[in-house]
Structure formats: structure tokens, C-alpha cells
């Protein structure tokens, strides 16, 4: 939990109404301690105030999230029960004494409070998160999916709804493999999975075997050809890709997907020309399809035809459409190419200079990416503790 969030639902001093002055400083002291972060103070102006009206619900609320600041989640449960017993509905009290209560390893307790938020509250993606995370810890990882669905829908670029939703189906989808593994552990799904995982995790050769295991079993399974073929292809033996990728098109001949793959590994082969004959029949069966138009101009360079090259390249670029894509870089920087081999350096100049903008763009987006997960595993890590 963040302090962010804490301030968000904690009450000022408008809460009080009718209240002496007294009161109301103190309470405003505690409020003003609290957002600068000191948080003792805090808690000692909430406590006097709760002294001073017994009864005033939100000086116990906020005494419970400065508690759960402090990560003291005994005391914080103690004042914000205190405050749902004298205001049984008030915004965020049961979400944070749910927080608390997962704290202290209370999980039947934290649901509880969970769901009674949800309940006053259906909206809150955050109690919604929690409650996920809360059935995450209970080891029921199926609710939980189900649940960070929900709070996904409702925030749906909340990175740590996002976080936590991941995690929730990964571990669904590692208990549905070892029950397969348990039901057949000769099955060919199983030398799939196994070679799946394998790729992932870069080892080629062993993602290889487990490909050609199930292929021996299922040999004309759609789709197993293919991905020994991407195998091979990462692992840098192009001819061993390419005849995967040929025994995927024996079984499906309009596969436009194994059809793709096999032109450019052909043209990384240095064959343009099957590579070209290839990529018009993917053209053919999904127009405007701009990697493809891409690599088409790659092959026709290759060959030395620069005005279809030209052509089928800047085809690539207007089917990119506005979004900045790889493809579309790399269709500015073989025009580039292409250009000043057709001696027309002008037009090379140009293309050369969109790719450097776009690349530009390109790395300064990535740079603000990669600060930007470095700030929320840094947050994670700081509410972890």
C-alpha cells in the first residue's frame, strides 16, 4: 500500500462539522502530519483527538491508515474497526482493514472485509485487486484470475492489477500443465509443452528434441512443423527452418502464417528469388499485409529490381498505418538503401532522415519504458516490505 492511496481516502477537517475547536486543530495537525509523511505526529493528533470525541469515526479511520503506514497492522485493525462500529459505511475502511488483516496472515478475515467493500463499493478496482491478491495467498489461484479480471476491466492500465493478474494466470496455467503431465505423461501435448517452455527459456536444442518427439507421435498435427521450424529458425539453422516450414505447408498449403516464415528464412538463406514467389502468394491471401510488403522489397533488392523494391516498399509504409512500428523504420531505412542505388539521392536523403527521427523516437520511448518499470518494481518492492 502507498501513501498515495492512503492520502486519497483519508478525512480532512471538513469531516468534522460540528465539533470545537480543540478538536478540529488537532485533527487538522494530524491530517497536515500525515500528508508530509510524519507520521508519529500523526498518530499522536488522531489519538488525542479520538480522546476528545470518542465517538468521531474519522479520526479512527485515519489513526488506521497511518497504523498501516507505520506497518503496524495489529494497531491499524484495532482503529479502524473502532471506526466501522461507529460508521459501518464509510469509504475505504473495510478495503484497509482487509489490507491489514492480509498484513498479519489473516486471510479468512481479510475476504471478509474485502468483499463487505466491494459490496458498499462495486466500482473499487482497488478493493477488487486486493481481494485477488488475498486468494492468491490462499492458493486459490482460479478466484483470483477471476477476480483481477474484474478489477482489470475496471482499471485496465493499472500496472499492478496487471502485476497480479498475471501472476494469478500463470499460476493457473502451471497446475492445468501439472494435471496433464499427472493424466499422461507420454502425451504428445506434453513433449509440446516441454518444447514451449524450452524456447522460452533459450534452449534450443531441447526444444528441438521435445518438437520432434511430438511430431513423431502426431506427425500431421497443424501447427507442430511450424513451431520446430521456429526453433530451428532461433537457433540459426535456416535449412532445417525451412523444411519445417515446407512440411507445415504439405499439411495446410494456404497457411499464410508458415508460408511467411518460410520466405524470409529463404531470404536470410540468400534465395530472393523463392522468397519472392513466396511473399506475392502471403500478399495475395492477406492484402496489405506491410510486413510482408517489407520483405517482398528486401527480396527485390535483392535481386536488383529497385523500382519494385521501391514500389512494394513504400506499400509496406502506408500499410504500417500511423502507429511507429519496427517494420516501418526498417521500410524507411531500406528505401534509404534502394534509393541511392537507383541514383536518386535526394529521395535516399529523405527516407534516411525519417528512419533517424523514427529511431530516435523509438529509443527515447524505450528509455521512459524501462525508467518507468524500474519505478513500479521499486514501489513493489517498497510495499512488499
Known amino acids: 500500500m502507498t501513501f498515495g492511496l492512503a492520502g486519497a481516502l483519508m478525512f480532512t477537517v471538513s469531516a468534522l462539522g460540528q465539533t470545537n475547536s480543540e478538536t478540529k486543530k488537532t485533527f487538522n495537525q494530524g491530517t497536515e502530519a500525515m500528508r508530509s509523511g510524519a507520521l508519529e505526529d500523526a498518530a499522536n493528533d488522531f489519538l488525542k483527538v479520538t480522546t476528545l470525541e470518542p465517538s468521531f469515526a474519522p479520526a479512527y479511520f485515519n489513526l488506521g491508515l497511518v497504523r498501516l503506514l507505520q506497518r503496524q497492522p495489529g494497531n491499524a485493525i484495532e482503529a479502524l474497526n473502532k471506526s466501522i462500529s461507529l460508521q459501518p459505511r464509510q469509504r475505504g475502511a473495510h478495503m484497509f ?4 488483516y492480509y498484513r498479519k496472515n489473516d486471510y479468512p ?21 486486493w481481494l485477488g491478491v488475498v486468494q492468491l495467498a490462499q492458493g486459490d489461484a482460479p478466484a483470483a484470475s477471476a477476480t483481477l479480471d474484474k478489477a482489470a476491466e475496471l482499471k485496465p492500465n493499472d500496472v499492478d492489477i ?8 500463470m499460476l ?28 522460452e527459456a533459450d534452449r534450443y536444442d531441447d526444444a528441438i528434441a521435445e518438437f520432434r518427439l511430438a511430431i513423431t507421435e502426431r506427425p500431421e498435427e497443424p501447427g507442430l512443423h511450424e513451431e520446430l521450424g521456429d526453433a530451428y529458425w532461433k537457433h540459426v539453422q535456416l ?3 525451412e523444411e519445417a516450414f515446407r512440411e507445415e505447408l504439405k499439411l495446410d498449403p494456404e497457411d499464410s502464417s508458415a508460408m511467411y516464415k518460410l520466405a524470409v528464412v529463404s531470404l536470410e538463406h540468400s534465395e530472393p528469388e523463392v522468397s519472392k514467389n513466396l511473399l506475392a502468394q502471403v500478399i495475395s491471401l492477406e492484402p496489405h499485409f506491410a510486413d510482408a510488403e517489407y520483405q517482398l522489397g528486401r527480396a527485390e533488392a535483392q535481386l536488383g529490381d529497385m523500382d519494385a523494391a521501391i514500389g512494394d516498399l513504400t506499400k509496406a509504409i502506408a500499410d504500417s498505418g500511423e502507429k511507429d512500428t519496427e517494420t516501418l523504420r526498417q521500410s524507411y531505412y531500406q528505401l534509404a538503401q534502394v534509393y541511392r542505388r537507383a541514383q536518386r539521392p535526394e529521395e535516399s536523403r529523405q527516407a534516411l532522415e525519417t528512419f533517424l527521427r523514427l529511431k530516435k ?22 510495499n512488499q516490505n
Do not use: C
Open 109 to 129: 478475515k481479510a475476504l471478509t472485509a474485502l468483499k463487505k467493500e466491494i459490496q458498499f463499493d462495486p466500482p473499487n478496482a482497488t478493493a477488487m485487486m
Open 97 to 100: 482493514l482487509g489490507i491489514a
Open 162 to 169: 496487471l502485476y497480479h493478474r498475471g501472476r494469478a494466470h
Open 172 to 199: 493457473v496455467s502451471k497446475a492445468s500443465y501439472e494435471q496433464m503431465f499427472h493424466t499422461d505423461p507420454n502425451s504428445w501435448r506434453v513433449h509440446e509443452v516441454l518444447a514451449q517452455s524450452y524456447l
Open 361 to 382: 523516437k523509438a529509443d527515447e520511448d524505450q528509455a521512459q519504458k524501462l525508467a518507468e518499470k524500474l519505478k513500479v518494481s521499486e514501489e513493489q518492492r517498497s
Open 239 to 241: 535449412a532445417e527452418a
